[in-house]
């Protein structure tokens, strides 16, 4: 079967909107209902947070969300059934966001087998290094048709970037400042530098997350790449309005 | 036994076996990178080994002695205890040993903060000390919980100017304190180091911490041959994290005839869930905090809560050296519960003067277990990473009366 969202990088290249959203949050069973709601109302792509009581790479909001999930019954197991059934109706593109360990102790091949079986088509996972995927997972990911994304930042070297771009199988998660998810919003000057260096140095498709939350921050995304990923401030806007609230929060952002 | 060339830990990439490494978001990476070159080039640099010396002898006030316990021995009756007496550096414990290397690399890379976690607040007051000391501003990442019970640590952080930064969220003790000052480290890491307070941790921090806390064992070794014309049978440490254990360790690794012990603490229990810490006695081999080691966790790879009566063990992970350490055999890892580290903290308060942290209890309670069974020919060094000040409110509100108070 063909990869969902290498068909979708094929077909567009531009003003791609990839929202992240923590599984199982606000309520156990929401997770089905957002990916069907995000589809309908025009996300291109949908990442899904596994979540995770040591969550590295994310900040406060993310954190607080994963860790209600947990509280409300999260496991794996259910995560890929819900995922299953939300592919009998959705065709967007599904991607899988967490950390290494929950990989390593749910088993990597059983793991990578249920995406593949339920309709994942990517993994971003933060902590995995590039030499260990390079060594260990890359073979077996691409055995099951999952794409693998790498995250990109301010600090990343020039010939680290190239590197990255050449190992990603996905797009590149291009990380607008060095901090944490949900740490400040607004596009500066500086990030904007940084952007064009990015584009001059690769080739994969690139996404510009962190501190994107509304149209004014995801059109200046745009600008600089083939899309914007929108994380905390979606999951801010599903703590007060819950699932009622995405089709005008996805209408406010496209503008 | 498994001879151990401890020089060959870890390998370039951080793993001791498969233990190690560093598992971390990539803007983290590309610090730790930046961490682990200057200290690669730092280290051996005759200046920065003078400096250390400096600080050790006249700050610290290294070496600290190796003590033969003659009553303690007497009443027990069986192998002969020592004790390497890290609680008598500056501020109390064995922290301080590290503190120094760290901090002072820090100034080395032109940073001004240094920021860490603490449990018990050792390694807390001990970066807060060396920060007065250099100059370097300091913030301190603990939990409520930790906070109410070693109450006199945050109180001597505050004093020598730290910034005491309360953490709310989980069961509030060391797991969080470490995830939240990570997150306060990401926020800055230019200006900032990350002065982790345990052999854990990504490269470099496990190598590091432990290269500055090998002293232990180097002067142990020489010292214990003074005193008895040879090397001790056995030597124990408590293992949380695990650094006060790898300082004594290390020096130790390749002579064949040491026993060594490595203590973990078994809270209420290690067959009871959630209430101890025995982290390499009842774990499986997972990653936390960027890591990988025996960790305490659920089927989802979730840290699991842990339990100690020692604030400065209630850890679910381990020092990823012990972890390969315990796959060699090369230490045995035991553990000891509240009820007998207890014991051991007014055992010792009470034969030989010294009042222990409840931590470094957990040594001597298994070293007196030990001793017991052995031959009065036999001798055990046990670490003494902390003394007990700290301690003693809550040990006498939570179990004096047992000892009479």
Redesign the interface.
């Known amino acids: 079967m063909n990869n969902r969202m290498t068909a979708l990088f094929e077909t567009k290249k531009e003003n791609i909107l990839n929202i992240y959203f923590t599984a199982g949050y606000p309520n156990i069973d929401d997770t089905v209902t957002i990916i069907k709601q995000l589809e309908h109302s025009g996300a291109d792509l949908i990442e899904v947070g596994i979540p ?3 969550p ?2 994310d ?1 406060p909001t993310i ?1 607080e969300s994963g ?1 209600a999930a ?1 509280k409300n019954g ?3 197991k259910l995560l890929f059934e819900q995922i299953r059934e939300a592919r009998k109706t959705a065709n967007v593109p599904l991607i899988l966001m967490g ?4 990989l ?3 088993g990597v091949e059983k793991f990578v087998a249920q995406c593949a079986d339920s309709g994942v088509d990517g993994l971003i996972i ?4 590039p ?2 995927f390079e060594k260990e997972y890359k073979e077996l990911f691409a055995k099951h048709n999952l794409s693998f994304t ?8 020039d010939e680290r970037i190239k590197m990255l771009d050449s190992l990603s199988t996905g797009f590149l998660y291009i ?1 607008s400042s ?3 998810t949900g ?1 400040k919003s607004g596009i500066s000057e500086e990030q904007i530098a940084y952007f064009k260096r990015i584009s001059s140095l690769i080739s994969s498709p690139k996404l510009i997350g962190f501190g994107i939350s509304d149209n004014e921050t995801f059109t200046t995304a745009c600008t600089y790449a083939e899309g914007a990923i929108i994380g905390s401030a979606f999951i801010k806007m599903l703590s007060k309005e819950g699932v009622a609230g995405i089709d005008g929060y996805i209408q406010s952002v496209r503008g | 036994m498994a001879m151990v060339n401890a020089a060959n830990m870890p390998d370039v ?1 951080g793993y001791f076996g498969e233990y190690g ?11 730790l990178d930046e961490i682990t070159a200057e200290y690669l080039k730092t280290k051996d640099d005759p200046e920065f080994q003078k400096e250390m010396a400096y600080y050790q002898k006249h700050y610290v006030g290294r070496p600290s002695p190796v003590f033969f316990c003659e009553r303690l021995t007497a009443k027990i009756g069986g192998a002969k205890i020592y004790l390497k007496r890290e609680d008598l550096n500056h501020t109390g414990a064995h922290k301080i040993n590290h503190c120094i290397g760290e901090a002072l690399l820090a100034k080395r890379l032109g940073k001004t903060k240094i920021i860490a976690e603490t449990g018990a607040g050792q390694h807390g007051v001990a970066l807060a000390t060396v920060a007065a000391l250099l100059g370097l501003e300091c913030e301190i990442h603990m939990g409520e919980v930790d906070i109410a019970k070693e109450h006199p640590n945050v109180v001597r952080m505050q004093i020598l100017g730290a910034t005491v930064v309360p953490v709310t ?2 069961l509030k003790t060391l797991k969080e304190a470490v ?1 939240s000052a ?2 306060a480290y ?2 800055d ?1 230019v200006t900032q180091l990350y002065a982790i307070g345990s052999v854990v941790g990504p490269h470099p921090f496990p190598m590091m911490v432990r290269d500055f806390q090998q002293i232990i064992g180097e002067e142990a070794k020489v010292q214990f041959e003074e005193l008895t014309g040879t090397l001790p049978d056995n030597i124990v440490a408590c293992v949380g994290g695990g650094s006060n254990a790898m300082g004594l360790f290390t020096a130790f690794l390749n002579d064949e005839s040491v026993a060594i012990y490595g203590v973990e603490p078994a809270g209420h229990g290690v067959e009871i869930a959630g209430k101890h810490a025995a982290t390499i006695t009842k774990g499986t ?6 890591f990988k080691c025996y960790m305490l ?1 659920d ?5 699991s809560p842990v339990h100690s009566v020692a604030s400065g063990l209630d850890y679910p992970g381990v020092g990823p050296q012990h972890s390969y350490l315990h796959d060699l055999k090369r230490v045995n890892y035991t553990h000891i519960d509240d009820t007998d580290a207890i014991d051991a903290f007014f055992e010792l308060s009470r034969s030989e003067g010294i009042i222990p942290a409840i931590e470094s209890s957990h040594a001597v309670a298994f070293a007196m277990k030990l001793a017991k069974e052995l031959p009065s020919d036999q001798t055990i060094l046990v670490n003494l990473s902390g003394r007990g000040d700290k301690d003693i409110d809550f040990v006498v509100e939570n179990f004096g009366k047992k000892y009479g108070i």
């Open positions: 995770y009581s040591d590295l790479a900040g954190q860790t947990l999260f496991t794996l950390y290494v360990n929950q390593m102790q749910f933060p902590d995995l290094p030499n260990v790498f995250l990109v930042t301010p600090n990343t070297s990380v060095a901090a944490i740490a | 990439n490494g560093s598992f971390v978001p990539p803007q983290l990476q590309v610090i969220h989980g995830d990570f997150e990401l926020k890491p081999p997972g990653m936390i905090h960027g966790q089927e989802n790879g979730e840290p």
